[in-house]
């Protein structure tokens, strides 16, 4: 996978460029505040569908512009491929691919693979499960289309399950009537999504074994495995039918706890991931320097296992995460970017990227190759 240009229009503090990019290590350097982690958010939006800030489409529209186009050349192993994206203020948009218009954006998740790391993700291990369901469900997603439409219809319906039993003090006898079906509909999608984390976990449980053989010469041995919300889950997690109806028979039961607590208590949207290094919790007892180098470890394996299964090397998007990292975990990491497509941002010494293909220096909203 090689991005070879993106164009952006009225793209957050990008009035308008077009930047091109070498097959190697891409280096965007400049000053804070200058745009670059701006150009880096306009290529995600290419794999993600979406700003990896949590923000909406209209948020990141240049100030006083109507609407933003932002268009991406990229080469994959079939042929040079052209991605074309436009927002507007009225919420009105455009998505073509190789000059056909797509109707979904979720119809171009997985075109364009690309693994992005930025400083937050330093917190994976540290922060709450959000966190973690998150990384799980962004790595998914690039690898399996039909994912991300089950999590957009889990998460549909947990918000008209959840509305019903807000409303159930007042209206009782809408809750009887409709529940079943709601729940019903949430237990098929939890057990599709739970089987496809598992696997990943597989997977992903293995690379970062690989990866932190390396790092530690076999001193330090990570372990992952799902936490569910109810332990009835955890038991029959092989089988999906068996799946559907454990949470099915959940969320028929305690139904008076729900409507006391206003929410859908159980379902994929209360799991984890438990994290263990040499057989303790990485949360609670790693070391800051251990977390980071798990955080590292997941997502060198998200790309790992991307090629994988594509046969092609995801291109790897680095926001300044060099400066948060020390001596080791930057060789490291600068070792694994010998191969593939990297485009990352610094603002700091550039004598310490000598494996740079490329540097190109940005300066409010504007690209220049230095």
């Avoid at 991605?83 to 797509?102: P, T």
């Avoid at 800051?288 to 998007?317: C, H, M, T, Y």
């Avoid at 941002?345 to 000598?354: I, S």
């Amino acid at each position: 996978m090689f991005c070879k240009k993106i164009s952006c229009e009225g793209f957050r503090n990008i009035d308008s460029a077009e930047v091109e990019f070498s097959d190697g290590v891409n280096v965007l350097y400049g000053a804070n505040a200058q745009g670059k982690t701006n150009l880096l958010e306009a290529i995600c939006m290419f794999s993600l569908g979406k700003s990896f800030r949590g923000v909406k489409d209209t948020e990141f529209i240049g100030f006083d512009k109507p609407g933003t186009k932002l268009s991406m050349t990229f080469e994959n192993s079939m042929r040079e491929q052209q991605l074309l994206m436009c927002f507007s203020k009225n919420h009105q948009k455009r998505i073509e691919q190789n000059g056909v218009k797509i109707s979904r954006m979720s119809e171009i998740i997985g075109q364009f693979r690309a693994v992005l790391f930025f400083p937050e993700h330093l917190n994976i291990i540290k922060e709450g499960p959000s966190m973690r369901r998150n990384y799980l469900d962004v790595a998914i997603s690039q690898l399996r289309p039909l994912y991300l439409k089950s999590l957009q219809r889990y998460n549909h319906i947990l918000i008209q399950r959840n509305k019903l039993i807000k409303a159930a003090q007042d209206d009782r006898k809408s809750f009887d009537d409709t529940i079943e079906f709601w729940s019903y509909q949430l237990s098929v999608e939890a057990a599709y999504i739970t089987v496809a984390r598992l696997g990943y976990l597989k997977l992903c449980e293995k690379q970062l074994a690989s990866c932190f053989e390396e790092m530690t010469g076999g001193s330090e041995i990570p372990t992952m495995s799902y936490s569910f919300a109810f332990r009835g889950a955890s038991e029959c997690c092989d089988d999906k039918k068996k799946l559907q109806e454990a949470y099915f028979s959940q969320l028929m039961s305690n139904h008076e706890r729900e409507i006391g607590a206003q929410a859908t208590l159980w379902g994929i949207h209360k799991d984890d991931v438990d994290i263990m290094l040499n057989g303790r919790s990485a949360r609670l007892f790693a070391s800051q320097g251990q977390q980071r180098s798990l955080s590292l470890g997941l997502k060198l394996s998200e790309s790992a296992i991307s090629e994988n299964d594509s046969g092609e090397k995801p291109v790897l998007l680095l926001d300044d995460v060099f400066s948060e990292l020390d001596s080791s975990r930057r060789e490291y990491l600068t070792d694994r970017m010998k191969k593939g497509q990297v485009i990352m941002t610094t603002c700091g010494d550039l004598d310490t990227m000598k494996t740079a293909a490329k540097v190109i220096r940005v300066e409010n909203g504007c690209f220049s190759a230095v």
